[in-house]
């Protein structure tokens, strides 16, 4: 410690002259620690308190090697920095990194992350099974809604469209499958599940007047095109100054406004046109199909303290 502020420096304490503050340093002249034979001449107390030469108990030999030592989990090890190219997730790079450790690498050497790249590899691919379970979500929600397991794979369908049309968009302009694009996705598949529910809750409710299942498919596009096309296009426009942004984090504002927009412009277009057809394929193998045998489409609230009355029952109800 001695010689760390003789060398060096230290910071002791400070003071205010004339309403300024000073800050006072504790460290030897500059021309008693200008080459490194000065040491010998600096002095440090012992135990008895006299004061002792370092060179009495030091000396100096040249001699090379590493500046420092890095060590990782108790073992020496190298530090190394990589960086995705252009175009590349860190997932990517990670995989990239580890393959080439497994190939190159000798006996008995390993490899370990830090930090949030060392996170990243224990997750692996949990992004993917989490969106699987928001999906199998949305699904039972839309069960529980039209009372059917087949009329919701209409929606649950159609976003395969608009997903691909995400990727697709990120491809052409060159942008990574990152966290930002997993956000976009996420915004993306509510969207896209929402105008699929407009064609949908249409038709069926068309269905359940009497309608015939092509004519309600075909009658719910037709109604739901325009608001639709609006909506939609009105948010595409909205993401316009993302898909453009430049300075400080524009590639996590590009990647979502790319995403976005990719999505919602081919999950749009094509959106109209197979959402009622995937409406009437799975209408046409629910039609006549019950969880219950005597299932009926009326509210259980509706029957509970209703009886149906007889005209020879003198205790009916009139």
């Known amino acids: 410690e001695n010689l760390n502020i003789l060398i060096g420096s230290t910071y002791e304490q400070g003071f205010i ?11 030897s002249w500059p021309e008693f620690r200008r080459m490194p034979e000065d040491l010998g001449d600096l002095f440090v107390k012992n135990e008895s308190g006299k004061m002792v030469p370092y060179s009495s108990f030091m000396s100096l030999r040249k001699q090379q090697g590493l500046n420092e030592i890095t060590r990782y989990n108790l073992y020496p090890s190298a530090a190394i920095q990589g960086v995705p190219a252009h175009g590349f997730s860190s997932g990517e790079a ?3 990194i580890e393959e080439v450790a497994a190939e190159t690498l000798p006996k008995g050497y390993g490899l370990g992350w830090e930090g949030i790249s060392w996170d990243e590899s224990r997750k692996g691919n949990a992004s993917i099974y989490i969106f699987f379970v928001v999906v199998a979500f949305v699904y039972l929600v839309l069960v529980g809604q039209y009372e059917s397991f087949l009329i919701p794979l209409a929606v649950i369908l159609s976003l395969p469209v608009g997903v691909f049309g995400a990727f697709f968009f990120l491809q052409a302009v060159g942008l990574a499958n990152d966290v930002w694009a997993q956000l976009g996705l996420i915004m993306l598949v509510g969207l896209l599940g929402k105008n699929a529910i407009l064609i949908v809750e249409f038709a069926v ?29 009105a948010f595409i426009a909205g993401l316009i100054p993302l898909v453009v942004a430049t300075g400080a984090g524009a590639i996590g504002n590009r990647t979502i406004g790319t995403t976005g927009v990719g999505g919602m412009l081919l999950g749009t277009v094509v959106g109209v046109l197979v959402i009622p057809g995937l409406y009437y394929l799975f209408g046409r193998l629910a039609d006549g199909r019950k969880l219950l045998r005597d299932e009926t489409d009326e509210p259980v609230s509706e029957n509970i303290g209703h009886h149906p009355a007889h005209d020879d029952d003198p205790h009916a109800r009139r």
């Open 205 to 233: 409710q068309q269905r359940h007047d009497g309608m015939s299942l092509k004519d309600a498919a075909i009658q719910g596009g037709k109604l739901r095109f325009r608001p639709i096309q609006m909506t939609s296009f």
């Open 17 to 27: 002259l004339f309403n300024r503050f000073y800050k006072v340093y504790v460290q």
């Open 94 to 96: 990670i995989k990239a």
